[in-house]
């Protein structure tokens, strides 16, 4: 279904990211992954169709590396997938100093919203020549409170705003749209900020099994299942007319709110 679609995807080391990487170069996309670090993607490097740069996705010059990349290596970019992205583990306000306050709104933002922005920002023109698309991944805290703490839901809220707004700026040549997953099996981290950089969410079993205890189908979805709807989004054809929606996948969570 992607057949030569030429794709870069962000925060593709773990979780989400690298799945879709797997599912997409299953499917005959040419993807360059945005990574942290070179073994993220080791399973990959044989693939004819892949490619990598290592950055920080909160620099500028990093997003432009990946766009300028996949220029070269395939003549052009297709989709551009921003889908990095850092959590608060719930934390709450009142649980916060200021200091804590004002570093971790930083880096969340940061990472969660202004790098959605550079992401975007970075391959416009080429997504412009190719009637391209952009996706980002959202959250079910795009929607509803309780899928965080304050910072996540009003990074995630945010870039429901962007989606809609940068969908209207880049008609009618670029498609952008989200993905909405619940609550995944995935070791998505925090920030330095609230001192959550070491944490990691499916560390804690405990707290998978709780969180699927919430969702009508019962339990926590693993990566792999949020695939299609990326799939569908990126294809040249799947999803012609859709473009400034973020399209859920959460296990019925945000049915029932
Ligand atoms: N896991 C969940 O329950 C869940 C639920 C809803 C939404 N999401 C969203 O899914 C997306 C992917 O998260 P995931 O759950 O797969 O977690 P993950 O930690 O496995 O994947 C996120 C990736 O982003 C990378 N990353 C983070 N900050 C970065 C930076 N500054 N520069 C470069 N790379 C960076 C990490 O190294 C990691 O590989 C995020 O946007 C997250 O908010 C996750």
Redesign the pocket.
């Known amino acids: 279904m992607l057949l030569n679609r030429r794709v870069v995807v ?8 690298k799945a879709i990487v797997k599912r997409f170069l299953k499917e005959g996309a040419c993807v360059l992954a ?3 670090k070179p073994e ?1 993607v080791e399973e990959f490097a044989s693939h004819k169709d892949f490619s990598f740069v290592v ?4 620099d500028y010059s ?1 997003n432009e590396l990946a766009v300028t990349s996949a220029i070269k290596k395939w003549g052009g970019l297709d989709v551009m997938i921003a ?5 608060d583990f719930f934390k709450k306000l009142q649980k916060m100093s200021v200091t804590e306050l004002e570093d971790g709104f930083s880096q969340i933002m940061s ?2 919203v202004k ?1 959605v922005l550079m992401a975007a920002h970075a391959s416009y023109s080429e997504l412009n020549k190719t009637n391209g698309c952009l996706i980002t ?5 795009c929607f509803r409170p309780g ?1 965080g703490g304050p910072l996540y839901t009003a990074s ?1 809220y945010a870039l429901r705003g962007i989606v809609g707004q940068l969908a209207l700026d880049f008609a009618p040549n670029v498609r952008v749209c989200g993905v ?5 099996d ?4 925090g920030t330095d900020a609230l001192n959550q950089r070491q944490k990691s ?1 499916n560390s804690d079993r405990s707290r998978l099994d709780s969180m699927g205890q919430h969702i009508p189908l019962g339990r ?1 979805s693993s ?1 792999e299942e949020h695939t299609d709807l990326y799939v569908m989004l990126a294809s040249a054809n799947g999803a012609r007319y859709i473009t400034g929606t973020v399209l859920v996948s959460d296990g019925g969570l945000t049915a029932g709110q």
Do not use: E, F, H, L
Not at 83 to 87: L, M, R, S, T
Not at 137 to 141: D, H, L, P, Q, V
């Open positions: 962000t925060g593709a080391g773990s979780g989400i990211g945005v990574v942290r993220q950055g920080d996705v909160n990093t889908n990095a992205g850092v959590w990472t969660n790098a991944t959202g959250s079910n805290a899928g995630k909405a997953p619940g609550a995944t995935t070791p998505i981290s969410m926590v990566p």
